[in-house]
């Protein structure tokens, strides 16, 4: 009887959960293809075991990161309990093969179960305290999901709860094969044992066959929840870029126009454009808003949140299955993503700073699916923020966002005592960088100051480099995260040329967004160079002693970490560096900083487009800076710089910063420290 019982419980669960995972399986293999997730198995191997089994990423949040892990340990342990309540159901001497009944593993099953439950009661009561229905901006896009949170919590304590009864009762009929070390299986069993030997052989039976059906039921439940991620999320992590989603875009499109066809389809404008390993992040997210605790946009009143992005998408793919898959199948949903399932202010609203990227625990990769739908948007419906028509014009036409032209891009070095190498051929022979300065270190006038604080402090340290000055054009950086893809490739193929006919190898670079488009971005249009960030090199040159500060620069100083320069590039240490070099400085971090830090504003192009909805993310940042008394805001980027000098000015004409405080980047510091009085050197 115990065995029918067990046999038809498990037949009819897995057929339930058998049609499903086939449902689901091809419903995310219907995406279009993506390229290279099985390189680098060493590191995906590596992801895995860290942040999979190691709960990295959830661990960043101690109280919910140690229950979750817990309990995922936990269910890794409790394995061995579900491979012997099928045994038990063919032989009640059944025991895992090399393993059997040591005591060590019923201690383990015991500890675990109770460390699970105790998780339990910390995710119930935090569940309650940070429910997002009474979150006002997040209420209406939830209605079953909250319900299935409680399912799951109700079924994970049933699932265990029916296993220590079960359990219990097996030690008061004398064939438990654990002996005290299962302690809680030997404490429940003193509770029960007054009922005598009869009901304890009914309790057996009965929770040993209630075990069995919530465990099935729990896996039919699954496969029909956002708990997928249960099954997905190993999936999602293996098979997402590395080392990590950031830095280059997912993909770079073939835009040359001698190959295209009509039918050709420049990213994701309906459900069906998207490849399965975004498929695969929809169904793997599990909507635990940690990266819309760190998204700027969010933060600041915007209406983009990346969760309700990826949730909102999720649904749609859902919705739009008989469209995608099966015999009446058309793979065409019809439906536009923006707006219809994307609001197009939620669109435009991205920094692209990857803080939501960093924070996800299952490595959902939320800035490639927002700049795939901008550049549907830009390249095939021809709709984007009217402001950025002349950031466009003027990169195309003059090869700068301001439009200033290559005659202008020399005008930085008027103020330096000493020569500067242009380069007009191949770089000379004695020069190991090019020096590339970036359409805001050699046209915006405070980023200039900059620029020159970098060649003076390079020049005093003996580094022998040289500049394109009007050879140099943009990287097309803003264009890209726009969603000009044509216009990115564009620039990048000049930029390429310039660089490869001078025969350039090494590059210093002071703009992050330079960086990673030289460093990252063009190695995939044949463009392949040795890129290193000014704080990088400014470090070394510190610590070979090539450099000596000297003179105190007496003041508190916070670090802004560009978003670009450390979390798409892992910069964190270098700039911290130099300024704990410079006598006098006292540093203070902001309580959002390195990994964490709080975006600047200026990214995905938003610096040249309008920002109308909620407070201004610059002054959101700039506000961060001010309440940690700082009498200087250091960063290492001149978008960073320009958001941030704008923020600290109008604070001060409001009266809430002190007229005293300044920005400035981290080699204005560091040459302060090397000269005492110098001209130009002035922030």
């Known amino acids: 009887m115990r065995l029918l019982i067990g046999v038809v419980i498990f037949v009819v669960a897995a057929a339930f959960a058998g049609r499903r995972i086939f449902f ?7 995406g279009k293809p993506a390229p290279g997730r099985t390189e680098n198995i060493g590191g995906r191997v590596w992801a895995e075991l860290s942040e999979v089994i190691g709960q990295r990423k959830l661990l960043k949040k101690t109280v919910p990161g140690i229950a979750h892990a817990l309990t995922f340990w936990g269910f890794i342990i409790l394995l061995a309990t579900i491979i012997e309540a099928f045994g038990s159901l063919f032989s009640s001497n059944f025991a895992i093969p090399l393993i059997g009944h040591d005591s060590w593993l019923g201690f383990l099953e015991d500890l675990f179960s109770v460390l699970i439950l105790a998780s339990l009661i910390v995710f119930a009561v935090l569940r309650v305290k940070n429910a997002p229905s009474r979150r006002q901006r997040e209420s209406r896009f939830y209605g079953s999901h909250l319900g299935a949170a409680w399912i799951t919590l109700f079924g994970i304590t049933m699932v265990v709860v029916t296993l220590l009864v079960y359990r219990a009762a097996q030690v008061n009929l004398g064939h438990f094969p654990y002996g005290d070390a299962a302690f809680a299986s030997h404490a429940l069993a003193s509770w029960i044992s007054g009922f005598g030997t009869s009901a304890n052989k009914a309790i057996e039976f009965i929770f040993l066959e209630l075990n069995i059906a919530v465990i099935m039921a729990f896996l039919v439940f699954v496969t029909y929840s956002k708990h997928l991620h249960i099954m997905a999320a190993p999936l999602n992590v293996i098979f997402s870029r590395r080392p990590k989603a950031l830095g280059a875009l997912g993909n770079t499109p073939n835009m040359d126009p001698e190959q295209l066809s009509e039918d050709d389809v420049f990213g994701v404008g309906k459900i069906e454009h998207l490849t399965w390993k975004q498929n695969l992040d929809l169904a793997t997210c599990t909507e635990c808003g940690r990266c819309q605790e760190q998204c700027p946009a969010w933060n600041t009143g915007k209406p983009l949140s990346p969760k309700l992005v990826i949730m909102g998408l999720r649904d749609h793919l859902f919705k739009s299955a008989p469209s995608l898959i099966g ?30 990227v960093e924070a996800c625990p299952v490595d959902i990769e939320h800035i490639d699916a927002i700049v795939d739908m901008r550049r549907y948007k830009v390249l095939m419906d021809s709709e984007f923020p009217t402001e950025a028509n002349l950031m466009l ?4 036409n003059q090869g700068d966002p301001w439009g200033l032209g290559p005659s202008k891009r020399l005008d930085w070095t008027k103020a330096l005592d000493f020569e500067i190498s242009v380069i007009t051929g191949q770089i000379p022979e004695d020069v190991e960088y090019l020096f590339w300065v970036g359409c805001a270190g050699a046209l915006d006038e405070r980023a200039a100051k900059t620029t020159q604080s970098i060649a003076r402090v ?9 500049v394109l000055g009007p050879k140099e054009s943009c990287t097309g950086d803003p264009a890209r995260r ?35 488009s030289l460093a990252n971005e063009y190695p995939a249009l044949g463009g392949n160079y040795e890129v290193v960030h000014h704080s990088q090199v400014l470090e070394k040159l510190v610590s070979d002693k090539a450099l000596s500060p000297v003179a105190p620069v007496n003041a508190t100083v916070t670090y802004h970490d560009p978003c670009y320069l450390g979390r798409h590039n892992s910069v964190y240490d270098e700039p911290r560096s130099v300024l704990n070099s410079v006598p006098g400085v006292r540093t203070v971090e902001m309580h959002k900083h390195r990994s964490m830090g709080f975006c600047c504003g200026a990214g995905g192009s938003r610096m040249w487009l309008e920002e109308n909805i909620g407070k201004r993310i610059n002054m959101e940042r700039t506000d961060q800076a001010i309440t940690t008394g700082a ?45 005492i009085e110098r001209t130009g050197a002035e922030s």
């Open 631 to 675: 009498d200087m805001v250091s960063t290492a980027c001149p978008y960073c710089m320009i958001m941030l000098d704008d923020g600290v000015k109008q604070r001060q004409s409001e009266g809430t910063a002190s007229e005293d405080m300044k920005v400035l980047d981290v080699s204005q510091i560091l040459e302060r420290s090397l000269t």
């Open 393 to 396: 014009r003027n990169v195309e």
């Open 482 to 516: 726009l969603g000009n893809e044509y216009l990115y490739q564009m620039q990048a193929a000049a930029n390429i040329e310039t660089l490869n006919t001078a025969n350039v190898k090494k590059v210093i670079a002071s703009c992050p967004h330079c960086v990673n």
């Open 458 to 466: 390079l020049h005093s340290g003996g580094v022998k480099f040289a």
């Open 327 to 356: 015999p009446t199948a058309t793979k065409s949903s019809g439906v536009p993503l923006v707006p219809d399932v994307i609001e197009s202010d939620v669109l435009w609203s991205c920094t692209t700073c990857g803080a939501c």
């Open 24 to 30: 689901l399986f091809s419903l995310i293999t219907s």
